[in-house]
């Protein structure tokens, strides 16, 4: 059993905003009071416990007596175990970049009790069985690991995935992320037959035949490295394309990682008329801007590209106003090789589950652009509640997958439990330390 003492719970699912403590009790939360009032409780529970355990002596189920762990959380905030409907683990096939077990370290460190992994790996998550194996080694990390499934076989967009198998085998949502789906009627039929299983679309949208250098915005910055850049015209283009087949078939998508301030509007004026379509964004993409590709080079190098400061800012509007529902990280590990290429040759993609909660306290919080519990919404509640996983609240039997955390205090990020560093933020003095992340009643982290 594990008590929490004198905490601030702030949850935006069920509105708890207070001081209180919080009795688990196995996987579940048991019991929430008011400060000090579930000593008594926690004693008399333990006692039980401890009768019970003297009563089956020479059993052979005989168990050594659970103890009663306390955390005193004084000055801290409990909020829900965070949320990412949006990482890559590389695995299988790119494990030298990252691997489900690390990658579940690294969303640990940085308070994610959830996660949900993209499938552009080797093999792809096209087929039951790459989807079931990733699930089940990731049930052995100690905190929730789901999968999505593909929308085409092999990734490459010529022919549908067989829905149906991928969601038996677990698959939470469907998405080819790392690749757009570039054929319209295709895209229109996957929209057809996701909706008919009530299962979401992810897109990455950015039309190819518009780019010419990737990861980089074609502009300013991209002319002083002597290079192309992929305009933002290639994402506002898929996203308008997309917004009119979601209307056309009432499938339910979701725009990952968006990047243009057009791109915001557009979903926020779908929205007004019942689309059903939805928007993450990036910690990167509302913290940076091209400029950093010339401080940090290939570090600050992803798909879509970092754009100007009226793009940050309209991102920013649009996690304000509730048009981007989601904070995703959009979690791209590689190796310190890779990133070191021309970046011409350059991987895009950063790491961030381990600075997500940090850089949104920062940069959203402490500016006074939102508010934390509404980081918080946007970090757990919402991509729970979208995706339909059992998270992202704090109840009476709830799950008792929960991030403790001081968003005063500061911390130094100097190294990475990632298997790879690929971050622009390493190195830098952060705030929103995290002291523990607990999934299932256990401590993953303790920071």
């Given at each position: 059993?594990l008590?929490?003492?004198?905490?601030?719970?702030?949850?935006?699912?069920?509105?708890?905003?207070?001081?209180?403590?919080?009795?688990?009790d196995g996987?579940?939360?048991?019991?929430?009071?008011?400060?000090?009032?579930l000593?008594?409780?926690?004693?008399?529970?333990?006692?039980?416990?401890?009768?019970?355990?003297?009563?089956?002596?020479?059993?052979?189920?005989?168990?050594?007596?659970?103890?009663?762990?306390?955390?005193?959380?004084?000055?801290?905030?409990?909020?829900?175990?965070?949320?990412?409907?949006?990482?890559?683990?590389?695995?299988?096939?790119?494990?030298?970049?990252?691997?489900?077990e690390?990658?579940?370290?690294?969303?640990?460190?940085?308070?994610?009790?959830?996660?949900i992994?993209?499938?552009?790996?080797?093999?792809?998550?096209?087929n039951?069985?790459?989807?079931?194996?990733?699930i089940?080694?990731?049930?052995?990390t100690?905190?929730?690991?789901?999968?999505?499934?593909?929308?085409?076989r092999?990734?490459?967009?010529?022919?549908?995935?067989?829905?149906?198998?991928?969601?038996?085998?677990?698959?939470?949502?469907?998405?080819?992320?790392?690749?757009?789906?570039?054929?319209?009627?295709?895209?229109?039929?996957?929209?057809?037959?996701?909706?008919?299983?009530?299962?979401?679309?992810?897109?990455?949208?950015?039309?190819?035949?518009?780019?010419?250098?990737?990861?980089?915005?074609?502009?300013?910055?991209?002319?002083?490295?002597?290079?192309?850049?992929?305009?933002?015209?290639?994402?506002?283009?898929?996203?308008?394309?997309?917004?009119?087949?979601?209307?056309?078939?009432?499938?339910?998508?979701?725009?990952?990682?968006?990047?243009?301030?057009?791109?915001?509007?557009?979903?926020?004026?779908?929205?007004?008329?019942?689309?059903?379509?939805?928007?993450?964004?990036?910690?990167?993409?509302?913290?940076?801007?091209?400029?950093?590709?010339?401080?940090?080079?290939?570090?600050?190098?992803?798909?879509?590209?970092?754009?100007?400061?009226?793009?940050?800012?309209?991102?920013?509007?649009?996690?304000?106003?509730?048009?981007?529902?989601?904070?995703?990280?959009?979690?791209?590990?590689?190796?310190?090789?890779?990133?070191?290429?021309?970046?011409?040759?350059?991987?895009?993609?950063?790491?961030?589950?381990?600075?997500?909660?940090?850089?949104?306290?920062?940069?959203?919080?402490?500016?006074?652009?939102?508010?934390?519990?509404?980081?918080?919404?946007?970090?757990?509640?919402?991509?729970?509640?979208?995706?339909?996983?059992?998270?992202?609240?704090?109840?009476?039997?709830?799950?008792?997958?929960?991030?403790?955390?001081?968003?005063?205090?500061?911390?130094?990020?100097?190294?990475?439990?990632?298997?790879?560093?690929?971050?622009?933020?390493?190195?830098?003095?952060?705030?929103?330390?995290?002291?523990?992340?607990?999934c299932?009643?256990?401590?993953?982290?303790?920071?």
């Amino acid at each position: 059993m594990l008590i929490i003492k004198n905490c601030r719970i702030i949850d935006p699912g069920t509105g708890l905003n207070g001081m209180y403590d919080i009795l688990i009790d196995g996987e579940r939360i048991s019991k929430i009071g008011f400060c000090g009032s579930l000593d008594d409780m926690a004693a008399e529970e333990m006692s039980m416990k401890l009768i019970y355990a003297e009563s089956q002596a020479g059993s052979s189920k005989t168990q050594a007596p659970e103890e009663l762990t306390e955390i005193d959380a004084e000055g801290m905030v409990v909020a829900p175990g965070l949320v990412d409907g949006h990482v890559h683990f590389r695995d299988p096939g790119f494990t030298y970049k990252e691997d489900i077990e690390s990658g579940a370290k690294a969303a640990a460190r940085g308070g994610f009790t959830s996660v949900i992994m993209m499938g552009n790996t080797e093999p792809h998550m096209d087929n039951p069985e790459t989807v079931t194996d990733a699930i089940a080694r990731g049930s052995k990390t100690g905190i929730r690991v789901y999968c999505c499934g593909n929308v085409t076989r092999d990734m490459v967009g010529k022919e549908l995935v067989d829905m149906d198998a991928l969601i038996g085998a677990g698959a939470v949502l469907f998405t080819d992320d790392g690749k757009p789906i570039t054929d319209a009627s295709l895209m229109e039929k996957a929209c057809i037959e996701a909706a008919a299983r009530n299962r979401i679309i992810s897109l990455h949208e950015e039309d190819p035949q518009f780019i010419t250098d990737n990861g980089i915005n074609a502009g300013d910055v991209a002319e002083k490295l002597g290079l192309k850049g992929s305009p933002r015209q290639a994402e506002i283009s898929m996203v308008e394309r997309d917004i009119e087949i979601a209307k056309k078939t009432g499938a339910e998508l979701v725009v990952q990682h968006i990047s243009a301030a057009e791109s915001v509007e557009a979903i926020r004026n779908a929205k007004k008329c019942g689309v059903r379509i939805h928007a993450e964004a990036t910690p990167h993409h509302f913290t940076l801007t091209q400029d950093a590709v010339l401080k940090y080079g290939a570090l600050a190098k992803m798909n879509p590209p970092l754009r100007l400061e009226s793009d940050r800012m309209a991102i920013i509007e649009g996690l304000k106003d509730g048009t981007i529902e989601m904070i995703a990280t959009d979690h791209a590990p590689h190796s310190r090789e890779e990133k070191q290429k021309d970046l011409r040759q350059a991987p895009s993609g950063i790491t961030g589950l381990e600075t997500s909660l940090a850089l949104g306290i920062r940069e959203l919080v402490k500016t006074g652009e939102i508010s934390l519990a509404e980081l918080i919404a946007r970090m757990s509640t919402n991509p729970a509640r979208l995706y339909g996983l059992d998270a992202g609240y704090i109840r009476e039997g709830g799950p008792a997958d929960l991030v403790i955390f001081n968003p005063d205090a500061e911390w130094d990020f100097v190294h990475s439990v990632s298997k790879s560093s690929n971050t622009p933020f390493l190195g830098q003095r952060l705030p929103g330390k995290i002291s523990f992340t607990i999934c299932k009643g256990m401590v993953v982290y303790q920071g």
